[in-house]
């Protein structure tokens, strides 16, 4: 037997054997029972229900080998994530700002600029960096939930 063609639509292989006869595997198989060209035999509707019982099985113990693998990878992404961005940002939130006596602290709420802050307490931009507390503050970078010094 020699292999002669293979038909990717229907993954049917073609054989032709020393005589010239041509024969064809079953759809999706390499190797098992050929049958001449044209001649396959027609399958049941119980055969063919036992054939698909047998792909989703397959297919539900793929799945479960590869799961242990996918759990790593989306926990060491989550990590490593957790380290890159969510540690700064949630280390920061928690420091303690401590005020010069005389001066307050503000929450960064959402949309606030040191523009907006400081003007709410008379105060220009260098002014409120200025302040004692406040040297650590990058107006381009300000967090949800940080903390500002500002006069009482």
Not at 95 to 106: D, F, K, N, R
Request: glycine share 12%; net charge negative.
């Amino acid at each position: 037997m020699q292999r002669i063609g293979y038909d990717a639509d229907t993954q049917t292989y073609t054989f032709r054997d020393a005589s010239g006869a041509i024969y064809e595997s079953e759809s999706g198989n390499r190797y098992g029972e050929l049958w001449p060209a044209g001649q396959r035999p027609q399958r049941g509707p119980s055969t063919v229900e036992y054939y698909d019982a047998q792909i989703r099985k397959s297919n539900r113990e793929s799945i479960k080998m590869i799961l242990p693998f996918a759990l790593l990878v989306l926990v060491s992404l989550l990590l490593l994530f957790r380290f890159l961005g969510g540690a700064g940002a949630n280390a920061d939130l928690g420091e303690q700002t401590h005020c010069a006596e005389g001066y307050g602290s503000v929450q960064v709420v959402k949309k606030d600029t040191c523009y907006k802050i400081g003007k709410a307490h008379g105060l220009g931009v260098e002014e409120l960096l200025g302040l004692v507390g406040n040297e650590k503050i990058d107006c381009d970078h300000l967090r949800i939930g940080q903390t500002i010094c500002v006069p009482n």
